[in-house]
């Protein structure tokens, strides 16, 4: 029963906090834009109109169109619970690895890019082409990354991944009190991996340059197009999934690559929600990082993103090289 | 367990199949009674090999008792010829693919083929049909080379008839002529691989091969030629141009007996000579395989999704999992000569595994499309759309499918896909440094692969099922017979079980991988025995303890989530009535179904960015006078196939050219050189008599 505590707790909170980031992201665009922007609970307020309008469904869909939604939510919250919150997890066992992540988020955008194309739109249609096309070109640079993580944690496991990137070398349990945390030296070799996986995350939270959120000019969107026809409860569940897998993948940078947590000292359940506060802290920190990106790059030519892509996959290839030359952790 | 043993299920489930042949036959006069006949023996024949492989599968009391040899389980020698066959795990778990696939390929044959009873010779097709099953479970069983290649072949020529049942086609023919070369070529490259290992060893018994006996040059010759000949088979870039086209011209039950089966016999040829009695000696065979697996992974899957006809994306869509089989056993034979056996075990299992899931999703998929055919008479994606709503169960069943195939979970695909990902990822932390490398890259091209075949499924599912009919013909399709949706259905179920637990397939296959545990590689059963033969090198480092897989607990959150996330909207937000209104273009009223996006639409974008791989060509022509109000427009896109343009095109050039020559030269016309030919022919003949005697 203890292992399901810790993932119980990461989907409560992706639960609770995930419509945030989006909130804080759209913020610093309009700070940065000198404008006044959307308050940070927007997202909060347009859920709870959206789940109290009348949903309105196209004669030429099917039951595809109203099962997406659900799939969607379901499939980003679970990625959410995979993702490890706290080292303090790690004792009562971590479930999951980090394919496992991407095959259940790869799920849920099964359903969505189908959904597109289920009312018969030319523009639902458009952006489930471009969005199965975008997946695919990121999908290499998401899983040579993955590589380059098992490289340094010996395995694919969050648990291995989790431990060794905390500095607890290949143990995936839990230190003495005390023990050290933080940045081990080599993790630094992580870097390139590091940057990698920002490109992924933008691309797959469809986030500029790689998509914009704020459009709905036909001719650039992808999200936006696929959901063109989703409204009141089924928009409303796409809206939360949508903000619930961004909130993993930023939770996933968060939780391998930020290994800090000036609480683990504290014990019992106050030091336990000090650590899942701090976890909560560095995610909203990196949404910042992400909304400064957004605001300091214009969108890309759709025939650019290959570029893009690629280089996030060099970047992860140059991860997993430093490991394959300098045999770091053999 | 059971009153029989499974080497007399096996007898029974070959007497079964050859019935269904000779009643087939014997009925013609009543091809209705005889098409009938033939299914429901052969079911009962695919009935009774399940049981038998199923027997030897669970006939040891626990996995961890020792392995077993190789070749030990003689099942049977046929009299007079001292032909054996033997069944081993790796035998039994192909006989185990073959067998499901047959069954549910039998019942979805007895409404499919029904409208041809009357038109065409049904019951000589039904007994061909029955036949190449015959022959396929011949060739998973025979412990005998020259059974080996006399099943073979006979496989290769039974396929060929039944890919040109419809034989007024000029496209079938011409399918079925380039599939017919193909095979000979294939097969003379196996006889050739054959006849070079009797001729070191003397015996053409697959127990007795003992390949320290080979020189080193003529082993290297049988590696190439094996290669070649189950690359054919295979459809293995750039040996493939048959398939995209045999595959499509084939009926439906046809291809998913090819698609489903036929091509894993390449697997399991592979894995049984260059592994199991070749004991994979050195690490380029491996090289050797995974480079044309990743080939084939990337080519396959690029040309699957800007296919457009189902069919033919099913075929290339074989291809690419070919692609992804053939790296599992590159990885394997390379881990196996490197001296690592727990990556060779991990990844011959992964090999193993998806090459049995495949059998079935494909097959579903294949049978699928053959519904979609028998019930609009098309296959081109373009002409379909909204079957979600005219075939209701045959749409679930092909979206189960497609989600298998796409890798996802909880099905089956998503499992050996896992796990072939686990076997590069071992062998890359294991490996030396190229090798690293090597399977860095291999990892990436897997990551696009999957990604690229989730795109062509979505494209197969999303055009053709989902949107508004685009022809008449597909809005007034009929929902699939209930024995086609009940034989796809078993397909889909069984990929879908596999996912839900593949460590069951692993202990059943004698694989033992063990997917629960966090860091368990179990690997001390059956397949320990396939590298006793493997000098160890200090090459690799025993692997690391990888990632553990439970898939359970993952699917039961999802669906408690979206079960859950269902019902608090319907709370939080209340009682709120759908409305049903038409789909929003702008305000300019509903859109017809010409203005939904395209099958070449859909993948026109990837077309555009893997240009160097397509040389896409477009044409857009405008008539009328003005404009930009043209009376009609009409818009060409073509691509090439490249491998055809720059390697087969120039070499059926040459070999013309050559022959050409060839015949000027020889054919003069003269009466008095033709003399002379027979003359020499003699005088050679008797010389080569004389020296031979003196010899």
Sequence with gaps: MRALLHPALAALLALLLSPLPTGLIRKVKALVQKRRGAPLLQLYRDLRKLLRKDPVVSTTSSWVLRAAP?????TSLVACSLVPVTVRALPDGVPGDLFLFFFVLALG????????????????GMGSSREALISALVEPAAFTGILAIAAYARSTSFAAALAALNGLGGDPLLPQAGAPTGWAPSALFLLPVFLAFVLVLVAETSRIPVDDPATHLELTMVHEAMILEDSGRHLALLEYGAALKQWALLGLLASLFLPFDPFLGVAGAAGLALSVAFFAAKVLLLSLLVGVLEAATVKLRFFSVPNLAALAFVLALVGFLQYAVTGIGR | MGFLGYGP????????YAAAAVLALALSARPRAAHLAAQVLSMAGAAAGVASSLLFLLRAPSPSSLPEPPLAALVGTVPLLGLTVVLDSLSAVFLLALSVLVLAVSLFSVPYLAPYAGKRNLPVFDAL????????????????????????????????????????????????????????????LLLAAILLVFSATGSFSMRDFDAAHLPPATRTAVVLLLVAAFGVKAGVVPLHVWLPRAHPAAPGNVSALMSGIMLKTAVYGLLRFLLHMMGAQEAWWGILVLALGLLSAVVGVAHAFVENDLKRLLAYSSIENMGLIWTGIGLGLTASALGSPAVAALAVFAAVFHAFNHAFFKGGLFLGAGAVHHATHMRDLGSLGGLVRTMPGLSVLFLGGSLAISALPPFGGFASEWTTLQALVAGALAGPPALSVLLAVAVAVLALSGAL??????????????GKPRTPAAAHATEAPLAMRLAIGLLVAASLALGLAPGVFARLSGLGTDFSARGALGLQLGWDVYFEYSPTHEGMAPPPPLAGLDPLPVLAAL?????????????????????????????????????????????????????????????????????????????????????????????????????????QAVQTGSLRGYLAYVLGALVAGLLYFLLAKGG
Aim: charged fraction near 15%.
């Design chain 2, 129 to 188: 049909a029955a036949l190449f099953v015959l022959a396929m479970a011949l060739v998973f069983t025979a412990g005998h080379l020259v059974l080996f290649l006399v099943a073979w072949e006979a496989m290769a020529f039974l396929s060929y008839f039944l890919v040109v049942f419809e034989s007024e086609k000029e496209d079938t023919v011409a399918a079925g002529t380039l599939y017919l070369v193909m095979a000979i070529l294939g097969g003379a």
């Design chain 2, 559 to 663: 669906a408690a989530v979206a079960l859950a996330a269902v019902l608090a909207v319907r709370v939080i937000g209340g009682k709120r009535p759908v409305r049903r209104y038409s789909t929003w273009d702008c305000g300019y009223g509903e859109p017809d179904a010409r203005m939904q996006f395209s099958a070449s639409g859909f993948s026109k974008a990837f077309l555009i960015v893997f240009r160097f791989l397509f040389r896409p060509t477009r044409e857009l022509k405008a008539e009328g006078e003005h404009v930009y109000h043209p009376e009609s427009l009409a818009y060409t896109t073509t691509h090439e196939p490249l491998v055809e343009k720059y390697l087969y095109d120039p070499l059926v050039a040459f070999v013309h050219r050559l022959s050409d020559r060839a015949r």
């Design chain 1, 109 to 124: 955008r099964f359903f969505l890019v189908l959904s597109g194309m289920d009312a018969g739109s030319s523009f639902g």
């Design chain 2, 9 to 16: 299920w096996f007898w029974i489930s070959l007497s079964l």
């Design chain 2, 453 to 466: 075949a989730a795109a062509a499924y979505l494209k197969a599912f999303g055009v053709g099922f989902l």
């Design chain 1, 70 to 74: 659900a799939v969607v939510f379901a």
